[in-house]
């Protein structure tokens, strides 16, 4: 709200909190706004800042930190997360306008979809039906043929249950018999 009143910007003005996907989930939500005609334009992103005891000492706890400070995501040798502090924010509006304006296009975003694991194996293990719907109905807003991504970007606990789980989640369901 402070950048929104600051810059004198009309439209959705929302902060949320969904954890490690908060980014995600407002690119979603400002891409949505976009396109029903909310706003022209939006602004998205999130911060992180490690400002409690507690919260390191919980995910010690839960064995989750990797005690050489080093996160080895999807590595045989991971053994957690490594917690660090981050803030990044993208400007989003319609292809056409920008390219009209002749503003530099860093990526284009064809589709995308949100929702919540429910229950779990734990806090660093994904929903694998849930990831996987999430990331089907993604594809198809998208209008995406799985069998042609080439990329995957996964959020990587770093740890030996929730990496293969999320993995796994990624990969199309006609490939996994190939993996």
């Not at 005690?67 to 056409?96: I, Q």
């Not at 284009?108 to 929702?115: E, F, H, Q, T």
């Amino acid at each position: 709200s402070r950048l929104a009143y600051f810059l004198d910007l009309q439209g959705p003005c929302l902060p949320g909190d969904t954890a490690c996907s908060s980014g995600l989930v407002a690119v979603h939500l400002a891409a949505e706004a976009i396109a029903t005609g909310q706003c022209d334009r939006a602004f998205a992103g999130a911060v992180h800042l490690n400002l409690r005891l507690t919260n390191f000492e919980a995910f010690d706890a839960l064995g989750a930190l990797a005690p050489g400070g080093r996160c080895r995501a999807f590595s045989s040798d991971a053994d957690g997360f490594v917690p660090s502090e981050g803030c990044g924010f993208v400007l989003l509006r319609p292809l056409a306008d920008a390219l009209r304006d002749g503003d530099t296009v860093y990526g284009l975003i064809r589709g995308s979809a949100i929702n919540n694991d429910g229950r779990t194996n734990g806090l660093t293990a994904p929903n694998p039906a849930a990831q996987r719907s999430v990331i089907t109905r993604a594809w198809q807003a998208g209008h995406i043929d799985p069998e042609t991504i080439s990329y995957i970007e996964t959020h990587g606990t770093g740890t030996q249950l929730g990496d293969p789980v999320e993995i796994e989640a990624h990969i199309p369901e006609a490939a996994i018999n190939y993996v």
